[in-house]
T-cell receptor
Framework: QKEVEQDPGPLSVPEGAIVSLNCTYS??????FMWYRQYSRKGPELLMY????GNKEDGRFTAQVDKSSKYISLFIRDSQPSDSATYLC?????????FGAGTTVTVRA | EPEVTQTPSHQVTQMGQEVILRCVPI?????FYWYRQILGQKVEFLVS????????KSEIFDDQFSVERPDGSNFTLKIRSTKLEDSAMYFC??????????????FGSGTRLTVV
């Protein structure tokens, strides 16, 4: 079983739609759960991170963590064409980050 | 957060040659990391470095790889004898304060290494 699983998509939605992304994981030692955005040939850019189970909101973005199910989600409300990118989930125990494969999202104008 | 700068942005090298990738974090970064991303694949952890020594490394980080921070600023990744399968984007990341400070876990823009 892979340590972090993420559907690579691609996902295409119309402008204004809700984008729903998710990851599952197998390592119970993960303590921090992150979502990164990555543009082509650029480094990952941190969007949000959470520590415990529950929801965290930041503007149009909502991150959810369910540790009992080992499942995390990212929702993007009122999506914009500028949200088109690859979204990576990542999880952290002590030092290293373990990434999902990334989901490529296209928001159509 | 201040940026992490990586040089070069793109390097082409012949198989068997040595390459050195450089990362310039800011002075208050304490923890340093290298990750790589083969085209179309996930970002993979290579090594973490703290207090001038390796704190954790992955199975990818074999004897062909080494890291150092010789002058207290540049953090380098050396690949001694490159193989075709080393072709990838290599990302440096740096972090200040405690390892819990995720907002300070900053990635550089990467070096694209092409081995021919």
């Amino acid at each position: 079983q892979k340590e972090v699983e993420q559907d690579p998509g691609p996902l295409s939605v119309p402008e204004g739609a809700i984008v729903s992304l998710n990851c599952t994981y197998s390592n119970s030692a993960f303590q921090y759960f992150m979502w990164y955005r990555q543009y082509s040939r650029k480094g990952p850019e941190l969007l949000m991170y959470t520590y415990s189970s529950g929801n965290k909101e930041d503007g149009r973005f909502t991150a959810q963590v369910d540790k009992s199910s080992k499942y995390i989600s990212l929702f993007i409300r009122d999506s914009q064409p500028s949200d088109s990118a690859t979204y990576l989930c990542a999880m952290k125990g002590d030092y290293k980050l373990s990434f999902g494969a990334g989901t490529t999202v296209t928001v159509r104008a | 957060e201040p940026e992490v700068t990586q040089t070069p942005s793109h390097q082409v090298t012949q198989m068997g040659q040595e390459v050195i990738l450089r990362c310039v974090p800011i002075s208050n970064h304490l923890y340093f990391y290298w990750y790589r991303q083969i085209l179309g694949q996930k970002v993979e952890f290579l090594v973490s470095f703290y207090n001038n020594e390796i704190s954790e490394k992955s199975e990818i980080f074999d004897d062909q790889f080494s890291v150092e921070r010789p002058d207290g600023s540049n953090f380098t990744l050396k690949i001694r004898s490159t193989k075709l399968e080393d072709s990838a984007m290599y990302f440096c990341a740096a972090q200040g304060r405690g390892t819990q400070n995720l907002e300070g876990y900053t990635f550089g823009s990467g070096t694209r290494l092409t081995v021919v």
